[in-house]
């Protein structure tokens, strides 16, 4: 705790908050934020120019609470309807997009992952994905890489057939 004197008032400040709430925001803003007694967004980033892009696809977002403070995990999800074989513990397919921000040695890295994951009908799980994307390739590919995704699902799925149940 540190006492601050502003205009003759003493207000104590949980350095620690302070801490992480600036990591918070230079990682949410890529650093387009000034100190200014609160901290500003000078411009929209590059995270809400893709977070609004998936969501005009139709993809719902889920922000993550159990990463590092210095980090931020968001995951975007769409409803695959028109994909057979669906997955056999929900019946559904779901498209996944999780994006990364996190800090290391001074530098705030972003990624993004393009997922299918799910249980076939053999019932074995799979996760195929594409993953390491900057978030500027993720726009620019999403649309010919999730044809990619479903057709190697249909393919993973082809030939497997359900297990016959065991009774005793």
Known sequence: MVAM???GLIHYIDLNYVFRSISFC????RGRYKMNGILN???MNMWDTVEAFLKARGFRSYEQ???????RKV???KRLEDV?????????LHLNVTLYAFSMNGNLHESAEMDITGEMPDGEWAKLSFYSMNLPAL???????EPRLVAAWRASCEGAVKPASIDT
Request: hydrophobic content about 35%; overall charge positive; charged content about 30%.
């Open 5 to 7: 004197r502003p205009r």
């Open 26 to 29: 230079l990682l949410r803003g």
């Open 41 to 43: 967004q000078l411009s």
């Open 65 to 71: 609470r159990d990463v590092a403070p210095a980090a």
């Open 75 to 77: 995951l975007f999800q």
């Open 84 to 92: 057979e074989p669906v997955c056999q513990c929900n019946d559904k």
């Open 139 to 145: 726009l620019e590919k999403l649309d010919q890489l």
